[in-house]
């Protein structure tokens, strides 16, 4: 079975640091980019990160560039994102999905892991 | 990156059909023919519907299709059923390998 596995989401103080991680099975992970999506209490889908598979080009949205840092160790079939200097905005849902190249879609998704930043 | 615009909520009566509007802009919905749609229950992961515009995934009811013209995608479910009552996002590329989402859709059955 494909499967994604969200972990390391909690509460954090503003300007606090956070690690998500994301572990894979069931498919060949060093062969699939790699995305983090968020979603806020309530409101819509937000595009967070891109990685390639071989790591060789990384895109971050703007409201997290300069502050998050995404990774992957496809030995170990994980996706990893480093959150510093967080804020309450980045209090949300967050989703690893795989980026199919047979689809050019986000076709497969975590269950998600929740990060809260509040003091 | 201004997300892509969704009516806030779409309803219709089981057996109807409805449709779902996403526009966005000529950088990026308008630009590439790789728009995607996804639904949400509440409390779960996204699932893909619709991809490359109007691709079904394989296992996705044909009661789902998608379309675009010019800026503008959209779903449409077809023989609305019970299940269909969800969240609905519309996704698009937006050029250097970033993505935009659109605002979401509730899809209420009467």
């Known amino acids: 079975e494909v499967l994604l596995v969200e972990s390391g989401g909690g509460l954090v103080q503003p300007g606090g640091s956070l690690r998500l991680s994301c572990a894979a099975s069931?498919?060949?992970?060093?062969?699939?980019?790699m995305n983090w999506v968020r979603q806020a209490p309530g409101k819509g889908l937000e595009w967070v990160s891109y990685?390639?598979?071989?790591?060789?080009?990384?895109y971050y949205a703007d409201s997290v560039k300069g502050r998050f840092t995404i990774s992957r160790d496809n030995a170990q079939n994980s996706l990893y994102l480093q959150m510093n200097s967080l804020r309450a905005e980045d209090t949300a849902v967050y989703y690893c999905?795989?980026?199919?190249?047979?689809?050019?879609?986000?076709?497969?998704w975590g269950q998600g892991t929740m990060v809260t930043g509040s003091s | 990156q201004s997300a892509l615009t969704q009516p806030a909520s779409v309803s219709g009566s089981p057996g109807q059909s409805i449709t779902i509007s996403c526009t966005g802009t000529?950088?990026?919905?308008?630009?590439?023919?790789?728009v995607s749609w996804y639904q949400q229950h509440p409390g779960k992961a996204p699932k893909l519907m619709i991809y490359?515009?109007?691709q079904r995934p394989s296992g996705v009811s044909n009661r789902f299709s998608g379309s675009k013209s010019a800026n503008t995608a959209s779903l449409t479910i077809s023989g609305l059923q019970a299940e269909d009552e969800a969240d609905y996002y519309c996704c698009s590329y937006a050029g250097s390998t970033t993505y935009v989402f659109g605002t979401g859709t509730k899809v209420t059955v009467l």
């Open positions: 990685i390639s598979s071989s790591s060789s080009t990384i």
């Open positions: 069931g498919f060949t992970f060093s062969s699939y980019s």
């Open positions: 999905a795989r980026r199919s190249h047979q689809t050019d879609a986000f076709d497969i």
């Open positions: 490359e515009d109007s």
């Open positions: 000529s950088s990026d919905v308008g630009s590439y023919n790789l």
